[in-house]
């Protein structure tokens, strides 16, 4: 038995598949450029596999949510334009500027903060102007918008920023029709006009996340960010499968079956008995539970396919572990198990298991925990940090720890 096939668990990797997605997306933004969104270890992939990946494929830039994602990825040996949009008062904006990530400025405390490094450490910054165009979230609003451009320039005058970007991004972009994405695109043109005309000169202008590059072009600007669809997921059901937007699932996730049993009928199943066998049967034991990242609120509910069949959890998902009723069939211990995959063997779908958790698929990959190793296929060698180079390909496990 070969190293990958005695894990107990893995979440298994298809790099090829997602450079396949980085084409797709780059084709449906032709005139673009794009962004590898990496936040969150690459939606649980893994950020420095995805991130060379991606780079292959033809992203531009990399995106990151925090500042020390975006410094793990120069540690990584990534170079080329990292974008970081999440910063909190007193953050490491010296070792980023140091390192050449482009941050994200939302409001005049944080213009203040980066400008105030910037001279302390001797280089310019490279910042990019948020806009709330209406998600309420991140961003300023129209009503700042212009004391922080103001602010802004005077601190380009003075040499210690550069205004690379201007950007924004949607609330329901997913939700096809939705007056929502005309009125943000309308406020997003007014607030980047008013920049350009007070002599802001951006690099890049965006707004287009996965769904809006997927069915507006009108929002594709200079610059698309794209996560999720990246790694083969659907941004929304009402946008269609992956397969429809052309869309393969990065991720598989399985598991070894850890034990088979005879159960009487009427024998209760997991943590308070929420099952109990119908009849005389087969019991199951799937050696994953909610702290590798399988949902809870899947209980009951959550597909696996095992043994050529797809079953449904019994009970309650544990900690460690869960049950499928087997109805009397009786496949071996250490046959695989899969929770989700792109649907080659008839195995359930990320799509699946939201439905069955009653959430999006952005969480089941992004839940998927660090004890199960992620295994890449399609990986090429990796550069040393600081250097350049690809070699052979080829599976290799890799518990993921970039964040």
């Known amino acids: 038995m070969n190293e990958t096939a005695s894990l107990r668990a893995r979440a298994e990797i298809d790099l090829d598949a997602l450079r396949a997605n980085v084409r797709v997306l780059r ?20 950020a420095l596999p995805c991130a060379r990946a991606a780079r292959e494929a033809g992203a531009t830039w990399l995106g990151t949510a925090t500042p020390q994602e975006a410094l793990a990825l120069r540690a990584g040996g990534l170079d080329g334009r990292v974008l970081c949009w999440l910063w909190t ?12 990530v482009d941050v994200s400025v939302s409001a005049l405390w944080a213009l203040r903060e980066v400008v105030a490094v910037a ?13 709330d165009t209406g998600l309420g979230r991140n961003g300023c609003r129209p009503a700042d918008w212009p004391v922080l451009v103001t602010e802004a320039l005077a601190a380009e005058k003075a040499g210690r920023v550069r205004i690379a970007g201007l950007w924004s991004h949607f609330a329901c972009a997913d939700e096809p029709g939705h007056p929502s994405i005309a009125a943000q695109l309308g406020v997003f043109r007014d607030m980047v006009a008013y920049a350009e005309k007070e002599g802001v000169e ?13 069915t507006l072009p009108e929002a594709h600007f200079d ?30 996730f399985a598991a070894s079956l850890a034990l088979v049993k005879d159960a009487p009928a009427g024998h209760g199943v997991s943590y308070g008995h929420h099952y109990t066998t119908p009849a005389d049967t087969t019991l199951g034991l799937i050696p994953v539970g909610y702290a590798d990242g399988v949902p809870r609120h899947a209980s009951g509910r959550g597909p696996v396919l095992v043994g050529g069949r797809t079953r449904t959890v019994a009970g309650r998902v544990a900690m460690d572990q869960f049950v499928v009723d087997l109805g009397g069939d009786r496949p071996e211990p ?33 839940r998927i925990g660090s004890r199960v190793p992620r295994v890449y296929v399609g990986e090429r060698a990796a550069p040393r940090p600081g250097a350049h180079g690809s070699g052979g390909s080829g599976p290799h496990e890799n518990p993921t720890d970039d964040d």
């Open 223 to 252: 610059l698309v960010r794209t996560g999720i669809a990246m790694y083969g997921i659907s941004p929304s059901p009402e946008l269609g499968t992956p397969a429809d937007l052309g869309l393969r699932p990065v991720m598989t």
């Open 334 to 366: 250490g046959a695989e198990a899969v929770l989700f995959g792109p649907g080659d063997r008839g195995e359930p779908s990320v799509e699946d298991w939201a439905v069955a958790a009653d959430t999006i698929g952005y969480e089941i990959v992004t």
């Open 202 to 214: 951006p690099e890049v202008r965006h707004l287009a996340n996965s769904p809006a590059t997927l």
């Open 119 to 131: 001279g302390a450490v001797g280089r310019a910054a490279r910042i990019h102007l948020k806009a």
């Open 89 to 100: 008062p007193g953050g490491p904006w010296a070792e980023a500027i140091e390192a050449d």
């Open 27 to 46: 084709e449906r933004a032709a005139g673009a450029q794009l962004m590898a969104v990496l936040k969150s270890d690459a939606y649980g992939h893994g």
